[in-house]
């Protein structure tokens, strides 16, 4: 595999918009004033380019070239996207600004609020064959015990891992010391997803929302779809985080954050369609071949789960038609409850519900 470079290698949508100029946001979602980069119909592929922040924060220099290059990255392995962001004078601060990426936003046209924006997932190519894994102090599921030196046990301010990619096995190699190394399966999907929000303020990239955004839900990958409802005229669509692997939970703050091109098929339905496929939604709802994916979202991961058994509730009451109360206990029997993420201020919990257990679905 050579690195796709913009404007190289494949681009299986009907429209590509690379992860350059105007394009891009950095530790912000765009707003509804802000000027589409890209104006598709319903049901439009579209493939996107999304660039990894690690590498690129200040705390790891703002100097990709130099930061992967000490890693044995050759300079011709390095995104230019990212390079010329980081030779930018966009304004960052961490704190006020997170640290994502964000590629949009896309107008969809037919898009209005009361409608639902249906993101299919077609393809997620690395761009690139490594990736990042970090903890930062203060941050992560262990915050203020975690990162520290292992020798010493004195706090860090931010401890990196690089991992090295093979796309033939499909595995990314963490390696350290003298011969030490994990080898572990890479599943790539967005970590950052969503419609923009009708706010006057650009929202910070870390909290989920209803708009999406920053689910963090690993099982929004190849083939699966997601659904938001649509806030603005055009949906204002955008992505970014882009992750080769993720844990549930996501513990030390990131996943193996590495940069993708991405094809989404984007669908406004109407409320009636939309009820068909998800019911009468009010956030984010996945979809995959297999399972429906109810989503709760909370600042309290208890008060997260629990906004997840009731969205779960809902789902199989209007889509499978199972009584209310049917529904609680069968979740408590057979549906798969998992910690999305816990370390984006706003915790995730979704379920994933299996379809075939319902006969008009087998």
């Known amino acids: 595999m050579t690195v796709l470079q913009p404007h190289t290698g494949p681009i299986s949508g009907q429209h590509y918009l690379p992860a350059s100029g105007a394009a891009l946001s950095w530790g912000r979602l765009p707003t509804p004033d802000r000027k589409p980069m890209l104006t598709v119909r319903s049901g439009d592929t579209v493939t996107v380019d999304t660039i990894s922040h690690e590498g690129l924060m200040e705390d790891q220099g703002r100097d990709p070239l130099t930061y992967f290059g000490e890693r044995g990255v050759a300079a011709s392995d390095v995104l230019v996207d990212l390079v010329d962001l980081a030779g930018s004078d966009v304004v960052h601060t961490r704190g006020p600004d997170g640290p994502h990426v964000v590629t949009g936003p896309i107008h969809v046209e037919g898009a209005r609020p009361g409608d639902i924006l249906k993101i299919e997932y077609l393809e997620l190519l690395p761009r690139v064959l490594y990736g990042v894994v970090s903890s930062r102090h203060g941050l992560g599921c262990l915050a203020g ?49 969503g419609v923009t929000a009708a706010t006057d303020e650009a929202l910070n990239t870390i909290p989920p929302g209803r708009h999406g955004g920053n689910l963090d839900v690993r099982d929004l990958g190849h083939g699966a779809a997601m659904y938001l409802p649509v806030q603005v005229d055009g949906a204002g669509y955008y992505m970014g985080d882009p992750h080769f692997a993720q844990g549930n939970g996501e513990v030390s703050l990131t996943a193996l954050e590495a940069s993708l091109r991405t094809t989404v098929r984007l669908t406004v339905l109407e409320p009636d369609a939309a009820f068909a496929a998800v019911g009468g939604l009010d956030g984010p709802v996945g979809e995959t071949a297999t399972h429906w994916i109810a989503i709760g979202l909370d600042r309290d991961l208890d008060e997260a789960m629990r906004k997840c058994v009731r969205e779960a509730i809902r789902v199989l009451a209007e889509v499978a038609e199972v009584p209310p109360s049917v529904a609680y206990l069968y979740l408590s029997a057979a549906g798969d409850f998992v910690v999305s993420q816990v370390v984006d201020d706003v915790k995730g919990v979704h379920c994933l519900i299996r379809k075939r257990d319902f006969p008009a679905w087998h």
Do not use: H, K
């Open 145 to 193: 015990e975690r990162p520290v030196n292992d020798e010493t046990g004195e706090a860090v301010p931010i401890l990196s891992q690089f991992c090295t990619v093979d796309l033939d096995s499909g595995e990314a190699t963490m390696a350290w010391g003298s011969g030490g190394r994990i080898d572990f399966p890479i599943a790539p999907f967005m970590g950052l997803s």
